[in-house]
């Protein structure tokens, strides 16, 4: 069984290694997704400022090892507009799993997990935007009841496929992952990663 728990400093380490590990599958995958070091440097400079502020949460296997991630933040305004009704979204980002979970559905047990919390917040959507170019990646959101709103191509921004999926609809209803909190510290391991 997987728990999920707020991450806190002490995980940075195992969560960067998720991200470099990420970074190298999805060269491996034929995509240019978090290849460039400039972009990449800026991204991971926020996805830590989101930790601090209490926004990831880190997934921990039967040993603790942290075996996956997922982000929440703002809308972003390059991409979500006022009239998409920002404030009625929750804004995931960041989601990353390990490859030596990858395809037993441990990412749509997250997605799950955020659409349920998303519903307690009495948000209408659950939202993302991904890579432009990563295809295979729209595919699997789709896969997981997104719906594509738009593509923006900002000439600053490399990301832009945007998404979204009703809160509340949870496609594993038998299943789910254990709730965890900040006073659950694993001893520092890490595991390999990749995206969704």
Known sequence: MIRIRPAGQHDIDALMTLRTEAEQWLRTAGTDQWSDPETGSQAIAKWRQSIYEGRTWALLDRDQTVVGTVSRGPADPDFWSEEDRPETGFYLYKLIISRTLSRRGLGSLVIDWVSR????????????????????????????????????????????????????????????LLIGSHDQVPPQKTSLATSG
């Open 117 to 176: 919390v998303a519903a307690l917040e009495g948000r209408e959507w659950v939202r993302l935007d991904c890579w432009r170019t990563n295809h295979r990646l729209h595919r699997y959101y789709e896969g997981l009841g997104f719906t594509h709103v738009r593509t923006e191509a900002p000439a600053h921004r490399r990301s832009g496929w945007m998404a979204q999926r009703p809160a509340g609809l949870v496609l594993n209803p038998t299943d789910s």
